[in-house]
Nanobody, 114 residues
Framework: QVQLVESGGGLVQAGGSLRLSCAAS????????MGWYRQAPGKQRELVAS???????IYADSVKGRFTISKDNAKNTMYLQMNSLKPGDTAVYYC????????WGQGTQVTVSS
């Protein structure tokens, strides 16, 4: 069983920055892949970025060059640094851990005002 707790969401103006954190209840070094997803009202949940156990990263085209995913194995925490935020980034952001099954956090709201 893996528990994930997100934090760091909030309200920010366009062009601003936020850093999301996802604290895991297990040693994340053992997790095959972790990622950030987001879901805007009326839209499907979509992958924002992912990071493998080896540190390989994947980004959605819409966030490349603006967002950076990272993790600290010693702290069992994954991060998403979000810069140059746009109103289109407004969504609930979810942390995901892929092991034998998928685990999800409760989500954190990110709102970007124009």
């Amino acid at each position: 069983q893996v528990q994930l707790v997100e934090s760091g969401g909030g309200l920010v103006q366009a062009g601003g920055s936020l850093r999301l954190s996802c604290a895991a209840s297990v040693n994340i070094f053992t997790i095959n892949a972790m990622g950030w997803y987001r879901q805007a009202p009326g839209k499907q949940r979509e992958l924002v970025a992912s990071i493998s156990s080896a540190g390989r990263t994947i980004y959605a085209d819409s966030v490349k060059g603006r967002f950076t995913i990272s993790k600290d194995n010693a702290k069992n925490t994954m991060y998403l640094q979000m810069n140059s935020l746009k109103p289109g980034d407004t969504a609930v952001y979810y942390c995901n851990a892929a092991t034998m099954r998928n685990y999800w956090g409760q989500g954190t709201q990110v709102t970007v005002s124009s």
